[in-house]
Nanobody, 119 residues
Framework: QVQLVESGGGLVQAGGSLRLSCAASGRSISNYAMGWFRQPPGKERELVAANSWSGGSTMYGDSVKGRFTFSRDNAKNTIYLQMNSLKPEDTAVYYC????????????WGQGTQVTVSS
């Protein structure tokens, strides 16, 4: 079992920055693919950023490229999402997820943290 807990969400003005954290417990995430997803109000959940198990490559959703940065600290068993130049359309519940490779894609999820960007 992997438990994931997000933090760092909140209310910020357009153009501002936030850093989300996702602390994992139960297992080391160093060999797992880790990702950030978001679900805007009334819309489906979408990928924000995903990092491979090797930590070597990260893919980003088109709407966040150049503004958001994924990072991970395996020693702290934590991943981060640095969000800069925030826009009102970034408003969503942000989730972290782990893909352990056990068969089900993205088999562990956090509870989510709300990010609200005011115009």
């Amino acid at each position: 079992q992997v438990q994931l807990v997000e933090s760092g969400g909140g209310l910020v003005q357009a153009g501002g920055s936030l850093r989300l954290s996702c602390a994992a417990s139960g297992r080391s995430i160093s060999n797992y693919a880790m990702g950030w997803f978001r679900q805007p109000p009334g819309k489906e959940r979408e990928l924000v950023a995903a990092n491979s198990w090797s930590g070597g490559s990260t893919m980003y959703g088109d709407s966040v490229k150049g503004r958001f940065t994924f990072s991970r600290d395996n020693a702290k068993n934590t991943i981060y999402l640095q969000m800069n130049s925030l826009k009102p359309e970034d408003t969503a519940v942000y989730y972290c997820a782990a893909d352990t490779g056990a068969g089900t894609l993205w088999d562990y999820w956090g509870q989510g943290t709300q990010v609200t960007v005011s115009s």
